[in-house]
């Protein structure tokens, strides 16, 4: 779902995410939640009394290794069919660009060539992503590193054979990383990659990416109130409409409806701790978590971090798939992080680097984004779950 990965162990293709049920709730399946989870105020394509009518339509598709769903309000289903056939060959030609699994991708080919002694040029989505990257590993003091792919082979190897990399694999691997050897260009257009075997993962980044870029087109295509899920990444376009408004003068919602997620923790192996948080509220459509937030929001994007789903857990010892670049390890405090931001991403790369910061650091990192809502859930030593919302983050809750 790295650096900062939301999921080393499920990057960019070939495997389906930890946030798979996340997404086809945006499809109004109602699954249980455990991460934030995208619907809207009803549950099929309902025709709503606007001018013109409009329905809702959804199509989903598997793409750079998880589950992607689309919806849309749209006057007929031809229209929505037309919008839809228009992102999956944009969202394919981002995986070209940005996957770590394809040694075809752009950036894959990239790393092959690097040490740069000249600067090489590149496209305009990976000059995004590789210029994103580095700002956010400054604004982190390292924190976020996008040149964690050697790192990242290691722990999904060690998740196949469920034993920890050795100090010699890790030690190895950090050998190649360090975000100051990624040296872009003035205008961004070009890079040199200054270390030998250098490997850049955007998995951390790149999903929050693809989801605002998915939901561009179905803009473009005239369909303002629309969302995009890729996997547990969300962009979400214009309110939607009531449903009992007039068609003469079409009123909308006040967003579309988002689950917070409310993280269960691990304190020992048969016990589970649930946050305490006094944000929970009952407005949500899933009975199976009455006690989860609702929010409604619209043009924002929303990601959320946590390791719920995905580590490794060796001799009693629980290590994150989330992996912390000072130390070459996985995570093993239980944190989750959901941001909220104006574009998608940074809400995805924010999340994680806040699981790596924790609560201190990582709200001196969020000065840096005064524009983002952001909550973050930690279970301490003694089995207590604090939970630390921003200003923005409380008033989003407010009834």
């Known amino acids: 779902m790295i650096v900062a990965s939301t999921s080393v162990f499920t990057p960019l293709s070939h495997q389906i995410s930890r946030n798979t049920w996340q997404v086809l709730a945006v499809l109004a399946w109602l699954l249980p939640i455990g991460f934030t989870c995208l619907d809207d105020r009803r549950t099929y394509a309902e025709e709503t009394p606007a001018s013109p009518p409009l329905k809702l339509f959804s199509d989903r598709a598997i793409r750079l290794g998880v589950d992607v769903v689309l919806q849309t309000y749209a006057p007929d289903e031809a229209r929505a069919k037309a919008a839809f056939a228009k992102v999956w060959p944009r969202i394919d030609e981002l995986n070209s660009i940005l996957s770590d699994y394809d040694p ?3 950036v894959m080919r990239l790393c092959a060539s690097a040490p740069h002694a000249e600067f090489v040029p590149i496209s ?4 995004t992503c590789l210029q994103a990257s580095v700002r956010l590993a400054r604004e982190s003091d390292g924190a976020f590193d996008v040149t964690i792919g050697q790192l990242v082979k290691q722990w999904r190897r060690a998740r196949r054979k469920q034993s920890l990399p050795t100090p010699a694999q890790i030690a190895a691997a950090r050998q190649s990383m360090g975000w ?23 998995g951390g980044i790149a999903k929050g990416y693809v989801a605002e870029e998915a939901l561009k087109i179905l803009q473009h295509e005239g369909l303002p109130i629309s969302a995009v899920a890729v996997s547990g990444d969300m962009a979400l376009g214009d309110a939607p409409p009531l449903p009992d408004a007039a068609s003469s003068s079409p009123q909308k ?4 409806k988002v689950l917070m997620p409310i993280p269960k923790f691990r304190s020992s192996p048969s016990e589970t701790v649930e946050s305490s ?18 929010v409604y929001l619209s043009n924002c994007c929303v990601s959320t971090a946590g390791d719920e789903f995905q580590f490794l857990e060796i001799d009693g010892v629980r290590y994150s798939h989330i992996l912390d670049p000072a130390t070459g390890m996985g995570l093993t405090r ?5 941001v909220i931001a104006p574009h998608g991403i940074d809400a995805d790369g924010l999340d994680t680097t806040l699981c790596i910061l924790g609560h201190e650091k990582g709200a001196r990192l969020m000065q840096h984004h005064p524009a983002a809502a952001w909550i973050v859930h930690e279970l301490t030593p003694e089995g207590k779950v604090i939970s630390t919302p921003n200003p923005a983050f409380q008033k989003l809750m407010k009834p």
């Open 253 to 256: 919602t006040s967003g579309w």
């Open 334 to 338: 239980q944190i989750q992080a959901t």
């Open 124 to 127: 305009k989505d990976l000059s």
């Open 180 to 202: 100051q050897n990624i040296c872009l260009s003035p205008d961004g257009n070009m890079v040199r990659l200054l270390k030998p075997g250098m490997q850049i993962d955007f």
């Open 104 to 106: 075809q991708s752009e």
């Open 277 to 294: 948080t006094p944000l929970k509220n009952s407005d949500t459509a899933n009975t199976a978590e009455p006690d989860s937030p609702v």
